[in-house]
């Protein structure tokens, strides 16, 4: 089954990397692009026109979430996540498999899906891959993600996941994604399933050939960020898309330091999500085009300046460096608040000028010049 309406344009490429035109029930957008994440239907503290002025062309929602709060009956009774929450624009939902294994008590994953005890009230549930689809259906969001198997994130080498957990999870997912393919009863839902295999390439190009062969409307990459070198990460990716439909999106799961963004569009990957920009907004840890700032530190406390010269976003219209200091030390929300923002505005600046990059045939020194703000930080 693929979905009605839903479908992608080449726009442009520049060796791998590639711009595209995705087009949705609730609007195009136009990648590489970057998802803020709105968790319980809400990006912390910013409200939905302020995406919108930051650049956001689609938002990315959690369904254990929203599922344990406030129940996808009541979002689907208040007009779905557009409804609900005000974004009329694309919305795309994970499965909540990951944050069920790592969030939620004694979760036990088995063929016929995850059992666990809700982190509310301690009642045990089960998601399976069919309530997975179900719960994404009542959500109405435009793309859905299947149930997979979300192995334990290693603490060190000696937990390292060996070959054969990973070629077991791996076909697990395989099975949940052709029974999620059965399960969709919303024609106009878009469904991605997930390329799994680490960073081991073998096992990355056996799951995307055995993926593509269900038909998903889109692929995405996960079990990534979790600990591979850059390179491996690459390798593995560059592995699946081999065997992947190129007419078709490919999504990168929850990585987000920039370099991370222009890796993957470097490999043709089109969309992206991560908190990283929130979360270390939150605790002044902002980016810029000079590299990344810790506005917590006492050197800008005097600083009239703006957190970046080149941004556009309130915070630096408005604010000095020194005021966002004072705020975030004073433990004031609109600190945490203007810093969240800018961040997003500058992940979604830098996807605007990949784009631009890669339509006038330039990425690589986009590519090269943010590679090397990240040295510049790592040295720091």
Known sequence: MRAEGFRMEPLAADGLARTTRITTPHGAIETPIFMPVATFGAVRGIGVDELAAAGAGILLSNTYHL???????????????HGFTGWQGPWLTDSGG?????????AKIDEQGVTFHSALDGRRRQLTPEGAIAIQEALGSDIAMVLDECLPVAKDDAERTDARAMESALERTLRWAARSQNARRKPEQAVFA????????????????????LDFDGHAHGGLGLGERRDERRAAIRAAHDALPSDRPRYLMGLGRPIDLLDGIAEGVDLFDCVV???????GLVYTSEGILHLRNARFERDSGPIDPECACPACRRHSRGYLRHLLKSGESLGARLASLHNLTYYLKLMKRAREAIATGDFALLHAEIEGLESRASGA
């Open 67 to 81: 599922h344990e709060r406030p129940g996808e009956a009541v979002v689907d009774a208040l007009g779905g996540l």
């Open 98 to 106: 990951f944050q069920i294994t790592s969030l939620a008590d004694r």
């Open 194 to 213: 997930i390329v799994q295999g680490g960073a081991d390439e073998r096992l990355r190009r056996r799951s995307a050939e055995a993926t593509a062969a």
């Open 277 to 283: 920009p929130t979360r270390n907004g939150r605790h």
